[in-house]
């Protein structure tokens, strides 16, 4: 019996399911940061590989509306890439589709240079340039600017 447990916990931690989130959102903080309920305890996702404008930037209000739209009050995924400043860093899907592709899909998020390193960045990078291209979302702004400029200057 042990041994099978063994094998089934081994399985699950090498496949990945072991790193799998899943609860729901209760709260949207801001456009790349939100709240869960799993197991009965609150859990603060960030968003991995995006940056979206801060509340008192410009977007930023669109920014959290888009994100409560995708998640609020919907039980989500999370596929954890790490975890900063007491947050869970993840991959949020509800209902399959990924929060952080459409937030920049719709122009409302930045690809956050020098954290996104995965593979599928560059795809990431694709879908932002094509946003910028078509004046989607922040980008109809002819000198949108970035949330970390933003951080850095406040």
């Known amino acids: 019996m042990k041994k099978t447990i ?7 931690l090498f496949s990945g399911w072991a790193f799998a989130l899943s609860g729901k959102c209760n709260r949207v903080l801001d456009g790349d940061t939100i709240e869960i309920i799993s197991n009965q305890k609150k859990i603060r996702i960030r968003l991995y590989g995006v940056d979206t404008p801060e509340k008192k930037q410009a ?3 669109e920014s959290k ?5 995708m998640v609020e009050g ?5 596929k954890e890439k790490g975890f900063s400043y007491g ?4 991959i949020v899907y509800a209902n399959d589709v990924c929060l952080n592709t459409e937030l920049l899909k719709a122009g409302f998020a ?3 240079p020098g954290y996104c390193k995965e593979s599928f960045c560059y795809s990431w990078q694709r879908i932002e340039n094509e946003s910028k291209n078509n ?3 922040l980008w ?3 000198h949108p600017v970035s949330p970390w400029d933003y951080r850095h200057k406040n």
């Open 74 to 78: 919907k039980y989500i995924d999370v």
């Open 65 to 69: 509306a888009f994100t409560m739209d």
């Open 135 to 137: 004046s989607i979302g």
């Open 87 to 90: 947050r869970i860093v993840g």
């Open 6 to 12: 063994y094998i089934i916990l081994f399985v699950l």
């Open 140 to 142: 109809a702004d002819p």
């Open 110 to 112: 930045w690809l956050a």
């Open 59 to 61: 977007y930023g209000q």
